[in-house]
């Protein structure tokens, strides 16, 4: 099964938001998604400090920052075709 990863911080306002459209657009696609928290992860942490919420899917970003839920089903139709 493919993987949305979900890379973020507990205080974190737009990855809460992001969270939410996330997890409203993912089942529709047949996608298990794994929240990250970069505050646990020294690596993520230093690379993605500044830079979050990000999404990928199978390591290949989709999202940054804020995406509405057109947005995401838009992206992720690209990368994985229609959803059923």
Known sequence: MRKLSLLGKADCGLCREMALNVSAVAPSFGLEVHYLDIEKD???ERKYVFE???LLLDG???ARYRATVEELRTSLERLVGRAP
Request: hydrophobic letters at 55%; proline letters at 22%.
């Open 42 to 44: 020294p690596e993520l």
């Open 52 to 54: 979050i919420p990000v």
């Open 60 to 62: 290949v970003e989709v």
